[in-house]
């Protein structure tokens, strides 16, 4: 059964700290991987990967996938209180989209 | 411009109505997709639509029937509401089913369930 499995389910962090959440999955037909940030609404897109090893960045937000070891990393550097959320992985196999439980991120100020 | 949008937000309703909710894209996209968003914010997949036609329909009770009546368009309708189907239901939409295009959410739909 495909499975995609987000570590850790929630952590909290001081401004300033670097936080590093992890997505594994194993699923059929991999096409790609999406990480989105979930305030109190809806998700909104943050990377979509489809390579191995090619980072994607965006500001103090990265991330990138590793297709041999079937796992992708997110990093938040330089956290401000506005980076508290729900971060989400999802694969895209079969054209839709399995989700993981989620990291709920928590920046104290 | 809302590119993703949902109708109602917020919908109360007391158990055995039957209630709609609506959704509609100007992105231009081929696919949509309605997703059920639990208590434990689990996000899971209940059915897309390809320029209209069903694509994907995973085990979902035959209560909720979903109709596309255009490519910009889909809709979810369900019956004889029971109290578990209280949760948030999110309308998303992408250009195409290749895999390799961004799903864009709509807001969501907050259904209680009384």
């Known amino acids: 059964e495909d499975k995609v499995v987000q570590s850790p389910l929630s952590l909290v962090v001081h401004e300033g700290d670097t936080v590093t959440l992890n997505c594994s999955y194993e699923?059929?037909?991999?096409?790609?991987l999406l990480w989105y940030k979930q305030e109190k609404k809806a998700p909104t897109f943050l990377f979509m990967l489809?390579?191995?090893?090619i980072e994607k960045k965006s500001g103090r937000l990265s991330s990138i996938l590793d297709k041999k070891e079937l796992f992708s990393i997110l990093n938040i550097t330089a956290t401000q209180t506005g980076d508290s959320a729900v971060y989400l992985c999802?694969?895209?196999?079969?054209?839709?989209?399995?989700f993981g439980a989620g990291t709920q991120v928590v920046v104290t100020p | 411009d809302t590119a993703v949008s949902q109708t109602p937000k917020y919908l109360v309703t007391q158990m055995g109505n039957d209630k709609s909710i609506k959704c509609e894209q100007n992105?231009?996209?081929?696919?949509m997709y309605w997703y059920k968003q639990d208590s434990k914010k689990f996000l899971k997949i209940m059915f897309s639509y390809n320029n209209k036609e069903l694509i994907i329909n995973e085990t979902v009770p035959n209560r909720f029937s979903p109709k596309s009546p255009d490519k910009a368009h889909l809709n979810l309708h369900i019956n004889s509401l029971e109290l578990g189907d209280s949760a948030v239901y999110f309308c998303a939409s992408r250009a195409g089913t290749s895999g390799t295009d961004t799903q864009y959410f709509g807001p969501g739909t907050r259904l209680t369930v009384l």
């Open positions: 999802a694969v895209d196999s079969w054209g839709k989209l399995q």
């Open positions: 699923v059929t037909n991999f096409r790609s």
């Open positions: 489809t390579s191995s090893g």
């Open positions: 992105l231009g996209h081929d696919t």
